[in-house]
């Protein structure tokens, strides 16, 4: 018998039943909701990003990180996620001060109170940027999301 799916089956014995060959499956498409629908993405960023957690720096997760607006309340938020699995590594509104990191040449450190694992705790962050351009940008960002935040309360 020939097993190839794109051409339909030929016993080798002429008295075997032929069944009918109907071709692949017809998959339907299918909505996949993110919680990002509502909102406009203002810059992503590819980036590592810590936690400090146990009185050290522990690799949250690497991927990619956004700035989103809400179209609605014009808040700010930072959500984070991880290359691959898409885990939620980082979601919270931008309303802390940033600094420049101690940890990481490219890299900055702020408070946010994150719901990533479901639960509100507020957490200490640390980004390591690519490059020097990325960087830049990040801080321009991040500032511009929380006077935005600050305006709208």
Not at 101 to 122: A, P, T
């Amino acid at each position: 018998m020939s097993f190839d799916p794109a051409e339909p089956p030929i016993p080798d014995d002429p008295e075997e039943e032929i069944i009918p060959y109907v071709g692949p499956p017809k998959l339907l498409p299918v909505v996949i909701k993110t919680g990002e629908e509502d909102e406009q993405c203002l810059k992503i960023f590819k980036c590592k990003l810590f936690r400090f957690k146990d009185n050290e720096w522990k690799q949250r997760g690497q991927g990619i990180l956004k700035f989103l607006k809400h179209n609605e309340t014009n808040k700010c938020r930072i959500l984070m996620r991880q290359d691959a699995t898409f885990f939620i590594r980082a979601n919270h509104l931008v309303t802390e001060i940033i600094t420049k990191s101690m940890f990481h040449q490219y890299g900055y450190e702020w408070i946010g109170k994150d719901k990533s694992d479901g639960e509100i705790k507020l957490e200490q962050f640390c980004v390591k940027l690519e490059n020097e351009e990325d960087y830049d940008q990040f801080y321009h960002y991040y500032e511009e999301c929380r006077i935005q935040n600050k305006d709208e309360d």
